[in-house]
């Protein structure tokens, strides 16, 4: 790692506190979309994997189109 580099939990949100403080409160479309749980076969591939990505579409926090 260079000195330029910051170390990997510099960039980590450990908490819905630390995401609020970097992005703000959730739009009520994500909040509609929310789920208790998941399926089991989605669940088994989310606990095997290593690491996660989050990918998203279309307009960014309500703004217009």
Not at 39 to 64: F, K, M, Q
Request: aromatic share 6%; net charge positive; charged share 20%.
């Amino acid at each position: 790692m260079s000195a330029d580099t910051p170390p990997a939990n510099a960039r980590r949100i450990s908490d819905f506190a630390a995401r609020a403080a970097l992005y703000g409160a959730p739009g009520e479309t994500s909040i509609a979309k929310e789920v208790s749980g998941l399926h089991p076969v989605y669940r088994a591939i989310v606990e095997a994997a290593p690491s996660a990505v989050l990918a998203t579409c279309g307009r960014w926090r309500g703004l217009p189109p």
